[in-house]
């Protein structure tokens, strides 16, 4: 079967996989950072209840 990492040198797979990896954060940790997905709360008749 024909591969293209056949024709690659092993220097340039490694860039490929190195292109491959995502740096920095990803959405859901975002979404965690900024508080989107925190519990909210609410006062009802004195008593802080989550909403």
Do not use: F, P, Q
């Not at 490929?16 to 965690?32: M, N, Q, Y």
Request: proline fraction near 0%; hydrophobic fraction near 30%; charge should be positive.
């Amino acid at each position: 079967m024909y591969k293209l990492c056949d024709h690659l040198s092993n220097d340039e797979i490694k860039k490929l996989k190195a292109k491959k990896k995502r740096k920095g954060l990803s959405h859901r940790d975002w979404l965690d950072i900024m508080g989107v997905k925190r519990d909210t709360y609410k006062r009802v008749r004195g008593a802080i209840r989550r909403k």
